[in-house]
């Protein structure tokens, strides 16, 4: 029943791929949706590429962990994902539509700053593909884990399994597919993460009794501010660098394209409430699975080796098999959600601004989308070999956790990448008009490399300011790199101020979209 269960879901993904293909005639549409896409669809797949793997897999593993204090995590999240559809959304939407009707966000910088020379496109383009792989990496790490636990695959074939599926609809439909496979699935994952929670505490006598056992088993679970298994205070540092996660959502591309695509810009503000409400309800309740999981599996005997896995093993123990398999098809859901858009997006800024603007100017539109296709390929071959490094060694087992083994660590640090790289020059090619095109590409550079040199080298110092998310000093140093040099550069051009003053004066209900 579990093998059929999932073979449906893959089919269904497949066949929304091939219908799309037919509708991926250009490069506005199979990168774009044709700025076509309509509210309900562009905030559930927003969220949902948002969250990934990592929301069913690295956070829920992390809480389980540590407790109640990981929540900060998710708190920063929420409060990061209401600031970007209120203050970028609409913005971007408008803007890019200004600067030649940007369909990529490294075509959106490069025409917001008139760089004639394609500066700022390749090096946004060279960060995009480098943070991806990580990103992309840390998807294919989870649907290894996820097809091990259910089907007792090995590793390898799990991740190559997981990746095919991936690349096909990608592949074939483009944006069109993404967006509306990534509906489907955040809608699947808003059921998953309901049901558990609920099966355990009817199971336990209700809210009241399981948060009593929950206490009555370990105190600092339930704790904002203690960490359940070692019993220390969470520090300021380990506070801020929670809360900083909120900070990357102005720097994601997969995210951010979202809010170019919808149809009406008029609709963002409907798209943030459908996402804001999605977000929450899945946040908490992926915290309270991984709270009262741990309580469930101690109370139980149960042995979980790997605590990513708390929630497959709960599908398992707690629900019929057919049941189990459905729920568990939601974390493939989460994880292919997130993917196809990575996988995208780096297809995107290969072909779009790199080939066509570097090597072939004159290429046509189909050459270009069939390029992008085959990026799509060789990326997810990339990947699929770096994820192979998490692998089980000769004999079956694992000596120790790398950096590859754990899907937290992965998304952490692209992440902190793409935020650090292009969220304060997001914001501030938005919002300050003195903005000039030295100082963007300067704070990309200083963003990006910052976040490879905090996570590479000077996390391994003992000082405590270097146990800091590197996504905190990569963000604000590229925040102050670009204001001081834009105030040391000469200012932009009349025609970019005046642009920039058209998007500001121009109402929402005038413009032709």
Known sequence: MTIVV????????????????????????????????????????????????????????????????????????????YFNWKIVGRRLRKYSHFCGDSITLPDFFSNRFRDNKGIIRVIASIFILAFFLFYTVSGFVASAKLFGTIFGLDYTTGLILGAVVVVSYTFMGGFFAVCWTDFIQASM??????????????????????????????????????????????????????????????????????????KNAEEIKDSRRIAMTWVIICLAAVVMIALLGRYYVTAHGITVDDPERIFMILCQALCHPAIAAILMAAILAAIMSTADSQLLVSASAFSNDLYKHLFRKNASNKEVMWVSRGVVVVITLIAVIVAMQGAPSADGVKHGKSFLDVVMSLVSFAWGGFGATFGPIMLLALFWKRTTLPAAVAGMLVGGLTTFIWKFYLSGFSAEIFQIYELV??????????????????????????????????RLSDMKL
């Open 189 to 262: 994952m808003l059921i998953a993460v309901l049901v558990i929670p609920l099966m355990i505490m009817s199971g336990s006598g209700g809210f009241a009794s399981t948060m009593d056992a929950v206490n009555a088993q370990n105190p600092y679970l339930m704790s904002l501010f203690t960490n359940a298994t070692t019993g220390k205070s969470i520090g300021l540092i380990a506070l801020i660098s929670s809360l900083s996660w909120g900070l990357g959502y102005f720097g994601m591309p997969h995210i951010l394209v979202r809010f170019m695509s919808i």
């Open 6 to 81: 999932f073979i449906l879901y893959l089919l269904m993904m497949l066949g929304i791929g091939a219908y799309f293909s037919r509708k991926a005639n250009s490069l506005n549409a199979y990168y774009l949706g044709n700025r076509g896409m309509n509210k309900w669809v562009v905030a559930m797949s927003a969220q949902a590429s948002d969250m990934s793997g990592w929301m069913l897999m690295g956070l829920r593993g992390a809480v389980f962990v540590s407790g109640f204090s990981e929540a900060w995590i998710g708190i920063g999240l929420v409060i990061g994902t």
């Open 473 to 506: 000093p990569g963000f604000i140093l590229s925040f102050v790199t670009i204001v001081v040099v834009s105030l040391l550069t000469k200012e932009p051009s009349a025609e970019i101020q005046l642009e920039f003053d058209r998007v500001e004066s121009t």
